[in-house]
C-alpha cells in the first residue's frame, strides 16, 4: 500500500488502483488513511502518479472533495491521467520544481462482441464527461474546452498548469493572494479567478467594494432593478400627485375673483380644457361679465344649490371628495363628464 498518513500528511504514489504487478494505492486505501484524521483537520496530499484506473480515481478524488476540513495537494513528480484528476480536490494545487501533469482521455479495452465494445464506448463516453466537469470546475475553463484538452493529451509544466488553471501555484513562484471578490460579475474576468469565486463562495455584498473599484474603474455600476411592488408605487403615487394637480387647477380657477360674473366660461376652462390656472384667469380677466339680463332674480336665485354644496357637487363629480356627487344639487349635468373626461375616465 501506498497511502501513508503522517502528521497530517497523506502520500499517495505509484498506481492508481489495483494491479497486479505494480505498487500503488486504492480508493480503500485512502479511506482507511483517513480514518485516522479528524475529517475536519487541515491535509496536505502529496501526489506522485503516472495515473491507473480512471473509476478509482473519480473516487479517490470524492473522498478528498468531501472533506469537512481543507485538503492541499502537491505535485511531487507526475500527476498523470487518473492521478491529475484526484489532484484537483484540492483547494490549492502546487507543483514542484520539475513536476508534470498530464490530461487526457480515459481508455481502455473489450473482448466480446461489438455489443460489448459498444458498451465500453458508452462507458468512457461517461468517464471522460465526468472528468471534463471536474477540470472544469477547478480551471475556470467549460467543460466543452476541458474535453479538448483531454482528446488532445497534454502535458504540462509547472508553469503552464498554473496558466491553465488546473494548478495555484509551483514551488519555484507562487501565485499572488487573490483578494476575495465575486469575479463573475464582470464581462471578462480571467477564468481562473471565476473558478476561484464560485468554489469560494465569494458574492457581491461580500466582496471588497474598494478593490472592486478599483480592478474595474471603468465599468458601470449595476443599476437596482426595479420590482413590481416599486412600479405599483410609483404609479399610485403618480396618480394621487395628478389628481391634486387637476384639483387645484380648478380650485384656482373656479373661486378665483375673475371668475365672478364669468363662471359658465370658467367651468369651459377648468372642466373642459387643459389651460393652466394662470392662462385661463388671465383669459377670463379679458372676457365681458354676464349681462343684467342674464343674472337670475330673486325668485330664481332660491332655487340655486348652496354655495358649500355645489363646491362640494363638483369635487365628487371629478372624483375628488370619495363621495358620489348629489344629482339634485349638480349645477350642470355636463359638469360630471366634462371632469371624468378631464382625468381620462369615460362619462358614465
Wanted: hydrophobic share 40%; proline share 4%; with cysteine.
Amino acid at each position: 500500500m501506498a497511502a501513508i498518513l503522517e502528521d497530517g500528511k497523506l502520500r499517495l504514489s505509484g498506481y492508481v488502483g489495483d494491479y497486479y504487478y505494480s505498487d500503488g494505492f486504492t480508493s480503500s486505501d485512502v479511506v482507511i488513511a483517513l480514518a485516522d484524521i479528524d475529517d475536519e483537520e487541515e491535509l496536505t496530499v502529496f501526489l506522485n502518479s503516472g495515473g491507473g484506473i480512471a473509476t478509482e480515481g473519480a473516487a479517490i478524488h470524492a473522498l478528498l472533495s468531501a472533506r469537512a476540513g481543507r485538503t492541499d495537494v502537491v505535485v511531487e513528480g507526475i500527476a498523470a491521467s487518473a492521478a491529475s484528476l484526484i489532484a484537483m480536490a484540492g483547494e490549492t494545487v502546487t507543483m514542484s520544481a520539475g513536476a508534470v501533469m498530464m490530461i487526457h482521455d480515459p481508455s481502455g479495452y473489450t473482448i466480446g462482441t461489438s455489443r460489448d465494445h459498444a458498451k465500453t464506448i458508452e462507458g468512457l463516453e461517461a468517464l471522460a464527461t465526468a472528468y471534463a466537469r471536474v477540470y472544469a470546475a477547478k480551471s475556470g475553463k467549460s467543460a466543452d474546452e476541458c474535453r479538448e484538452i483531454m482528446k488532445e493529451e497534454r502535458w504540462l509544466t509547472p508553469e503552464q498548469a498554473v496558466d491553465e488553471g488546473f494548478a495555484d501555484a509551483t514551488t519555484e513562484s507562487k501565485a499572488v493572494a487573490v483578494a476575495a471578490y465575486d469575479y463573475r460579475a464582470y464581462a471578462h474576468a480571467p477564468k481562473r479567478l471565476t473558478a476561484l469565486a464560485a468554489k469560494k463562495n465569494w458574492s457581491a455584498d461580500k466582496a471588497n467594494q474598494q478593490a472592486a473599484t478599483s480592478a474595474a474603474p471603468h465599468r458601470p455600476k449595476m443599476e437596482t432593478p426595479m420590482t413590481d411592488k416599486t412600479k405599483a408605487d410609483e404609479t399610485a403615487a403618480g396618480i394621487a400627485q395628478a389628481t391634486a394637480d387637476a384639483k387645484n387647477r380648478i380650485k384656482a380657477i373656479m373661486t378665483s375673483a375673475e371668475a365672478k360674473g364669468r363662471e359658465s366660461l370658467a367651468e369651459h376652462f377648468a372642466f373642459e380644457t387643459e389651460m393652466s390656472a394662470e392662462a385661463a384667469v388671465a383669459a377670463l380677466g379679458k372676457a365681458p361679465t354676464a349681462a343684467a339680463a342674464d343674472t337670475p332674480k330673486k325668485e330664481e336665485e332660491d332655487d340655486l344649490p348652496d354655495p358649500k354644496a355645489f363646491e362640494a357637487s363638483r369635487g365628487a363629480g371629478a372624483g375628488l371628495s370619495g363621495k358620489s356627487p348629489t344629482p339634485s344639487n349638480a349645477p350642470k349635468t355636463t359638469m360630471v363628464a366634462n371632469m371624468r373626461k378631464l382625468l381620462g375616465k369615460d362619462a358614465a
